[in-house]
């Protein structure tokens, strides 16, 4: 009789990729309203149907293997396309137009796979998408330019927003980026940043000005690809989430560099009863966060 193929958990595999995208299983146990046990029940049942481990430590960051990586690329596209036939089959016959707004790190990492899993359950929908900053993001809501946006969670709120939770504030810079040649010598930390005003960069000064580490803006940018390229080429330090990070970066360890917490993300909406189809992304877009 021949041997019956694995068959993976899909909320074993939610709570794995959720982990990782977090940064911790016990973020993840609280986000997906589990005891840290259950969590490391999952990932153990998870590695030995593997048959490999799928993370390591490494400092306070958690690091995929090799074969977490594989594991990872897998458990999203099949938590993708189980979302998608949920959708699906939930919404048959949705037509209209969507009007969606996303803040620009959301839009580099989550737009394509959102766009191609909600165009796929609906394809009687046009969506239009706009990326920028917050501010602007939040305006567009205010005045009806937007139906539904994606945006950091700061001082500014609309009428309709619900919080997503948040994500790990991280410094990043270059792989070969020394620190110590700032920090130990008492240099001021180069630092790149969006224009003022920028939530991050207001965070990121202040978290250096609370341990006296002197810095200086090298590097401006009205986009984050601009900021990306200036951290590959070595000109300093940013401070973001690991949202749509580039590979060839690396997150620094925050044993000379202050802990900077977290950020919140935000969902609008235009108005209370958005139309179905708004409704609809809403719901893909939780479900991207909250795994449920």
Not at 87 to 92: D, E, H, L, P
Request: charged share 20%; glycine share 8%; proline share 4%.
């Amino acid at each position: 009789m021949a041997k019956r193929p694995v068959t993976f958990d899909a909320e074993t595999l939610r709570t794995f990729v959720t982990g990782i995208e977090l940064g911790s299983f016990a973020a993840a146990a609280e986000r997906l309203g589990r005891s840290t046990s259950a969590v490391s029940a999952q990932l153990k049942k998870l590695e030995q149907q593997a048959g490999a481990a799928l993370v390591q430590k490494s400092g306070r960051h958690l690091v995929l293997t090799a074969q977490g990586e594989m594991m990872l690329a897998y458990a999203r596209r099949l938590m993708s396309l189980n979302d998608e036939a949920y959708q699906a089959v939930k919404s048959v016959g949705i037509r209209g137009e969507v009007r969606l707004g996303l803040q620009e790190d959301f839009g580099e990492s989550l737009l394509p796979s959102l766009l191609g899993q909600f165009s796929r359950a609906h394809p009687d929908v046009q969506v239009s998408a706009t990326v920028t900053r917050n501010k602007p993001l939040l305006d567009a809501i205010r005045h009806n330019e937007l139906d539904v946006a994606l945006s950091w969670q700061g001082d500014e709120s609309t009428a309709y927003s619900e919080s997503l939770g948040s994500l790990p504030l991280c410094w990043i810079g270059a792989k070969d980026f020394d620190i110590g040649a700032f920090i130990d010598l008492n240099r001021p930390l180069p630092l790149l940043v969006f224009e003022a005003p920028c939530l991050m960069r207001s965070a990121a000064t202040a978290a250096l000005d609370s341990m006296n580490i002197p810095w200086r803006i090298a590097f401006t940018s009205r986009s984050l690809s601009g900021i990306w390229a200036a951290a590959a080429a070595g000109l300093g330090m940013t401070l973001r989430t690991q949202t749509g990070m580039p590979s060839s970066l690396a997150i620094f360890d925050q044993q000379k560099l202050p802990d900077t917490g977290a950020i919140g993300v935000c969902l609008h909406q235009s108005e209370k009863n958005v139309s179905a189809a708004a409704a609809s992304l809403c719901q893909m877009i939780k479900t991207h966060f909250h795994g449920t």
